[in-house]
């Protein structure tokens, strides 16, 4: 009997396979015995027979049983599976620093650094990885690394010593090393069989003028409700720090880590994935690269399992027969940046709000030329922090909150943002909007906020339910949406 490394239903998993459904993309993967191939539910190669296919959760499970990943449907492009862990709040978060190369390059940090930044000991954290994933940290670190040193080899022309840089490797020969151990070929062999085999174009790689550029292919899970989100943000955009040249499009500039660059994403939704054009001031920004895809990632909200959101929407009864398919989160690059956008946007009109943001980034947001294209970036907490905030028509108590904000940020970088309650003229409304905006918490219904308190008093009373007390009414509704909260609060905004 075929053993099988999935919690996914079996049956779902076989039709899903077998329909290639797009839905179920990065949820789980298939591998081939025959073969020693482990693949995407959307591969586009002849389906095996069943009695020759085994489930796993993670792309990570399927390599460490020996199988080696598909040149055809690219498992490293799946989306990731996000799937509400509850009571592994820990994991999560060791995951997600993970991920965003924590443990990658010179600078990465050992398990023992980081089990300290999680607050736990090096030993639980060992045990966290070993119960859930079935894999060392360390191990779970290195395939992530070998993951998004494989995207960029199949996607770009970035050269292999780049490549092994842009993944966090130290040395080209150790890379070398673990690629062939773990995926079975040399990254040279598989830049030339990907050459052969995929049918995407390959990326131009343009080191002029200052700048590195290239075009990565970031899938997502259908549906995708593209206009809503394209309408928000434009209604929201910064002049010169975001752009939407057309209605499959949208831009923006960005720094992290103190590395500059920006971003063009154009809708593919035939494919279900976003054409991404990045491009970095020089080729020393390429350590940061897998952290900016994750970003990009997330501001998109491209790793959305949004048909189980969907369907637990659905079960609301005062919004089920309203909700929109496919709405997601759009995100804004930073916390700092959500809070200041929560800030300016206290009891005024959206257009309002929309007109102080551009004023604030006018006034203190450094201008820069990255390629071909003069940008803005977001004022830095420090800039903000001494700003006298002249150019803002808005109370003095608002500005007073906003240096204070600023200057709390420049001093405590990775502070928890409940710890922002503790700044005069900072409260729980904001702090929700930077989670869910700025960190894109997935689980944030807005109670305070007056649009979505109008929303829900008027959909009870439109369906004859009893709402005399609001606060009962969304800590229910809030129970009940568990963990999707923002997801509503997003499509009573959109009503």
């Not at 080696?68 to 449907?73: E, F, H, N, S």
């Not at 550029?213 to 394209?230: D, K």
């Not at 939704?269 to 994750?294: K, M």
Request: charged share 20%.
């Amino acid at each position: 009997m075929v053993q099988h490394n999935c919690q996914t239903d079996l049956q779902a998993c076989r039709k899903a396979r077998l329909t290639r459904d797009p839905r179920f993309d990065g949820q789980f993967f298939i591998g081939v015995v025959t073969t020693k191939i482990y693949c995407r539910p959307i591969c586009p190669a002849v389906s095996p027979k069943e009695q020759n296919v085994r489930y796993f959760d993670t792309a990570l499970q399927a390599a460490n049983a020996g199988l080696r990943p598909c040149l055809r449907c690219r498992p490293d492009s799946a989306p990731q599976s996000y799937a509400w862990k509850g009571t592994q709040t820990t994991l999560d978060r060791a995951k997600a620093l993970i991920d965003s190369g924590a443990m990658s390059g010179q600078d990465g940090e050992t398990v023992e650094s980081l089990s300290i930044r999680l607050g736990i000991s090096s030993r639980y954290l060992r045990k966290l990885f070993q119960d859930k994933l079935g894999t060392s940290v360390k191990s779970y670190a290195q395939y992530q690394q070998l993951m998004l040193a494989k995207q960029l080899l199949h996607q770009t022309k970035l050269s292999i010593t780049q490549v092994a840089f842009a993944a966090g490797f130290n040395s080209i020969r150790r890379f070398n090393e673990v690629f062939q151990q773990t995926l079975q070929l040399t990254p040279s062999d598989l830049r030339k069989k990907a050459t052969i085999t995929s049918d995407a174009t390959k990326a131009e790689l343009l080191e002029t003028k200052g700048r590195i550029a290239l075009n990565l292919q970031l899938s997502f899970r259908p549906p995708f409700s593209w206009p809503e989100q394209h309408h928000f943000y434009q209604v929201r955009a910064v002049q010169n720090m975001e752009w939407l040249n057309d209605e499959l499009s949208y831009g923006r500039s960005f720094t992290i880590n103190e590395v500059s660059g920006y971003f063009n994403a154009r809708l593919d939704s035939a494919a279900n994935l976003f054409n991404v054009e990045i491009v970095l001031e020089d080729d020393s920004a390429l350590a940061q690269l897998g952290l900016i895809i994750n970003e990009i990632r997330r501001v998109l909200d491209l790793n959305a399992n949004i048909a189980q959101i969907d369907n637990a929407l659905r079960e609301l009864t005062p919004i089920s027969s309203l909700m929109r398919k496919g709405l997601r989160l759009p995100g804004v690059w930073s916390a700092f940046e959500a809070g200041c956008r929560a800030v300016l946007g206290q009891q005024v009109s959206i257009v309002q709000a929309s007109k102080l943001l551009n004023q604030l980034v006018l006034a203190y947001g450094e201008e820069r030329t990255i390629g071909d294209r003069r940008v803005k970036l977001f004022p830095t907490p420090a800039v903000i922090a001494t700003a006298e905030l002249n150019e803002l028509r808005m109370p003095g108590a608002r500005k007073k909150a906003l240096n204070a904000l600023a200057q709390f940020v420049t001093e405590n970088p990775d502070t928890d943002l409940a710890d922002w309650l503790s700044i005069k003229g900072i409260g729980p409304w904001t702090v929700a909007y930077a989670k869910m905006r700025g960190q894109s918490d997935p689980d944030v219904l807005l109670c305070g906020d007056l649009v979505v308190k109008k929303r829900i008093l008027a959909l009870y009373a439109e369906q004859g339910l009893k709402c005399d007390n609001y606060t009962e009414i969304t800590e229910s509704l809030a129970k009940q949406i568990a963990p999707w909260g923002s997801y509503l609060t997003f499509q009573l905004w959109s009503l």
